[in-house]
């Protein structure tokens, strides 16, 4: 059974910063593409961050500069650094999986609420 369990969410203040992680199993993360998307209320969900098997990474421009993806392949986890967060940041935060073998997976999502 595949599984995406993030943590790390909760409330902090514009400015500060948070770390989220993915911890993932059934699948293997340095043979997947891992990626962190959010849903804000009243807004379609899109995606932050991708990381491809290769390690190659990507952003969306709205967090580009504060947001850093990444990988621990030994621990099987993907990390999500969010600094200088910002009010437009709140949002749900899911974890997301594609590889072959598997297709697509979804975590249940955390929550992250930026106060201002």
């Known amino acids: 059974q595949v599984q995406l369990v993030e943590s790390g969410g909760g409330l902090v203040q514009s400015g500060g910063s948070l770390r989220l992680s993915c911890a993932a199993s059934?699948?293997?993360?340095?043979?997947?593409?891992m990626a962190w998307h959010r849903q804000a209320p009243g807004k379609q969900r899109e995606r932050v961050a991708f990381?491809?098997?290769?390690?190659?990474?990507n952003s969306s421009d709205s967090v580009k500069g504060r947001f850093t993806i990444s990988r621990d392949n030994a621990k099987n986890t993907v990390y999500l650094q969010m600094n200088s967060l910002k009010p437009d940041d709140t949002a749900v935060y899911y974890c997301?999986?594609?590889?072959?073998?598997?297709?697509?997976?979804w975590g249940q999502g955390t929550q992250v609420t930026v106060a201002s």
């Open positions: 997301y999986a594609y590889s072959l073998r598997v297709g697509s997976v």
């Open positions: 059934g699948i293997i993360i340095s043979n997947s593409v």
């Open positions: 990381i491809t098997a290769t390690g190659s990474t």
